[in-house]
C-alpha cells in the first residue's frame, strides 16, 4: 500500500506541468542515469559497451501517446532507421516499442489502424534483417487493443519476430495470458510501472510479486519462452530454482534489465551462463519513462534532488 502511495504521489507530481517544465531543463544530467543519450548513436553505443559484458541490448527510442499523424510516422521512420544501423551487426538485434507511439490512437484515411500500419513496416523491415520486436505495454485502457493487434502481427509475422509484455500487477493478467498460449508466444513479464486504480491493479507490492511468480511459472511450464524482466533478486533466485526443478532449459528463458538499474547483477547472470538483455531508452522524449523511473524507488527522489541542486 505505501509504494502505492509513493507511487502515486511521484506520478501525480510528474504530471504537474510547472514540475516538468524544471524536470526537462534541469533533469538531463539526473536522466542520464537510466537513458544513453539524445541519438542513436549513444544507444548503439551503450549496446556496444553491454556486449563487451556478455550483456545484449534493447534498443527502446522514447516517446509514447502520439496524437498526431506526423508525429507516429516520424516515430516509425526513426525505428526504421534503428533497423538501418543494426543490420549487419554481428550481436542479436532487438528493439522495444510502444504502439501508441507509432499511431495506435489514429486511423488512416483508408480507415486502418495507423499503429498497425507502421507496426507491419517496422516488422516487415525486422524479419528481413532477423530483428525482434517487442510491443511494451502501456497504461490498463490500452491492454485489450494492445493485446489484439499483438494477436493479428504474430499470426503474419511469427512469434520468433513479434512479442509482447505482459503486466503482473493487473487482476486480469493471469487470464490474458492463458488467453495467449495457442500461439506459445515470447512474452515479457514485468511488474507494471504505470499508476492504476485499484479496481483493475494490485494495490499491495506483496500480492504483485506472487502475481508475478504464478505468471512466470505458468508461462515457462506451458514450454514458452519467457523473459523474466525484474530487477528483484528473490524473484531471480526462485526462477533459476523453478527451472532447475522442472528441468527448463536455459534457452527458453531469459533475464532482462533496465539501463543504468543493477549492472552488477546484470553482469553476474551473464556470466552464470544466462542470456541477459538490457533496456536501453535514448531519445529526447525522456520525461515519462524517467518520471516512472523514480516513482519506482523511493531513494530515487533523493538522487534526483541531488542532482538537480547540483546541476
Ligand atoms: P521492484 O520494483 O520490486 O524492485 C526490486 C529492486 O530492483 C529494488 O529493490 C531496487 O533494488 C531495484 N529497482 C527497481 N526499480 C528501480 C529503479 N527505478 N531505480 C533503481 N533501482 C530499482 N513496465 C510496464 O508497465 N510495461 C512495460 O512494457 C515494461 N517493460 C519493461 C522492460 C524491462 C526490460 C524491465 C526490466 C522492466 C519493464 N517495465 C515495464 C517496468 C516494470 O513494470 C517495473 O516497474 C520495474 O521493472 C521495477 O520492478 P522490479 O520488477 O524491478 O521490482
Known amino acids: 500500500m505505501i509504494d502505492r502511495i509513493y507511487r502515486s504521489a511521484v506520478l501525480g507530481v510528474a504530471g504537474n506541468k510547472a514540475v516538468e517544465s524544471v524536470v526537462r531543463t534541469r533533469g538531463w544530467s539526473v536522466a542520464q542515469r537510466f537513458v544513453a543519450g539524445d541519438d542513436l548513436q549513444d544507444a548503439v553505443r551503450a549496446v556496444e559497451e553491454l556486449e563487451r559484458d556478455g550483456v545484449h541490448g534493447i534498443l527502446d527510442l522514447l516517446g509514447e501517446m502520439v496524437t498526431s499523424e506526423e508525429e507516429a510516422n516520424t516515430f516509425a521512420e526513426k525505428i526504421l532507421a534503428i533497423m538501418d544501423a543494426l543490420d549487419g551487426k554481428p550481436y542479436p538485434k532487438y528493439v522495444s516499442i510502444k504502439l501508441s507511439q507509432i499511431g495506435q490512437d489514429l486511423t488512416t484515411a483508408s480507415g486502418e489502424n495507423l499503429g498497425m500500419v507502421n507496426a ?59 488467453a495467449l498460449d495457442d500461439l506459445h508466444p515470447n512474452l515479457r513479464i514485468v511488474k507494471g510501472a504505470y ?38 533478486e528473490s524473484i531471480i533466485e526462485d526462477v533459476k530454482r523453478f527451472v532447475i526443478a522442472h528441468g527448463i ?11 543504468g538499474i543493477r549492472r552488477d547483477l546484470q553482469k553476474r547472470l551473464a556470466k552464470e551462463g544466462f542470456t541477459v538483455r538490457a533496456y536501453i531508452p535514448y531519445g529526447r522524449d525522456w520525461y515519462a519513462y524517467f518520471s516512472r523511473r523514480i516513482a519506482e524507488r523511493p531513494a530515487n527522489v533523493l538522487f534526483v534532488l541531488r542532482g538537480m541542486l547540483k546541476g
Do not use: C, W
Open 195 to 232: 499508476l492504476e486504480p485499484e479496481t483493475v491493479a494490485m494495490p499491495d507490492k506483496a500480492d504483485v510479486d506472487a502475481a508475478y511468480r504464478r505468471l512466470t511459472y505458468a508461462h515457462l511450464k506451458a514450454g514458452n519462452y519467457t523473459a523474466v524482466a525484474s530487477h528483484d
Open 249 to 259: 532449459p536455459k534457452s527458453q528463458f531469459e533475464f532482462q534489465m533496465l539501463y
Open 120 to 178: 507491419r513496416r517496422i516488422l516487415t523491415r525486422a524479419q528481413h534483417i532477423g530483428a525482434f520486436v517487442r510491443l511494451d505495454m502501456e497504461d490498463h485502457p490500452r491492454v485489450d487493443e494492445t493485446l489484439a493487434q499483438f494477436r493479428e502481427l504474430a499470426s503474419e509475422f511469427g512469434t520468433d519476430t513479434v512479442g509482447t509484455v505482459l503486466q503482473a500487477y493487473l487482476y486480469r493478467t493471469e487470464q490474458d495470458r492463458a
